[in-house]
């Protein structure tokens, strides 16, 4: 079946760089995309989404790239800190309704 | 608001026994559902309900029940724990045409 999923695993960086996460999908059907952020021991947290019909979105620090012709998605963190260290997820709707597919994740580790 | 909230944080079961993890959110929220987490993976969906009285299978839906009585509760039953079941367990809801989902902070069961 189609599923959203992460080319890596995990991700060094140093502090103060920026990171930029990567997430492909493959059904083209899906409208809505979110990044989340999963620290240790803790639920999902909600960091940035966008729906399809844009190609940015910004935040504080993070900025959410979709590419819907390759169908990438990508999620950037400017100056890195130590407490972005987590496992990020790309979700998607892939269908009417609520419900998320979520990708595998990838564990982010900031280095001081 | 307390958000989402998971009962217990912790269980130790041995094969062929039940149990009900607890959820309750306090946000009026539409739509809950139960995703469960092994390790080094993602999140895979359960269950979900979409309103009181209305539930529908998710992804791995086999050896767990769930209701919706209230818009508040959405207990998920496991009927006879087996090893396969150990995992770690997330609620999440989220409102109507609210495709972020909030997450509680997860229930940890160990099936021996």
């Known amino acids: 079946g189609e599923s959203v999923g992460l080319h890596l695993p995990t991700l060094s960086v140093q502090e103060g760089d920026n990171s930029i996460i990567n997430c492909a999908y493959s059904?083209?059907?899906?409208?809505?995309f979110i990044w989340y952020k999963q620290e240790s021991g803790k639920g999902p947290q909600f960091i940035i989404d966008i729906r399809s019909n844009m190609d940015k979105r910004q935040g504080q620090r993070v900025t959410v790239l979709l590419n819907k012709t390759v169908k990438h998605l990508s999620l950037q963190i400017a100056a890195t800190q130590p407490g972005d260290s987590a496992v990020y997820f790309c979700a998607e709707n892939p269908r009417a309704g609520n419900m998320l597919t979520f990708g595998g994740g990838t564990r982010l580790m900031v280095k001081p | 608001n307390a958000g989402v909230t998971q009962t217990p944080k912790f269980q130790v079961l041995k094969t062929g026994q039940s149990m009900t993890l607890q959820c309750a959110q306090d946000m009026n929220h539409e739509y809950m559902s139960w995703y469960r987490q092994d390790p080094g993976m993602g999140l895979r969906l359960i269950h979900y309900s979409v309103g009181a009285g209305i539930t529908d299978q998710g992804e791995v839906p086999n050896g767990y029940n769930v209701s919706r009585s209230t818009t508040e509760d959405f207990p998920l039953r496991l009927l006879s724990a087996a090893p396969s079941q150990t995992s770690v367990y997330f609620c999440?809801?989220?409102?109507?045409?609210?495709?972020?989902?909030?997450f509680g902070p997860g229930t940890r069961l160990l099936v021996l």
């Open positions: 999440a809801s989220s409102g109507i045409g609210g495709f972020n989902q909030y």
């Open positions: 059904n083209s059907a899906s409208d809505y």
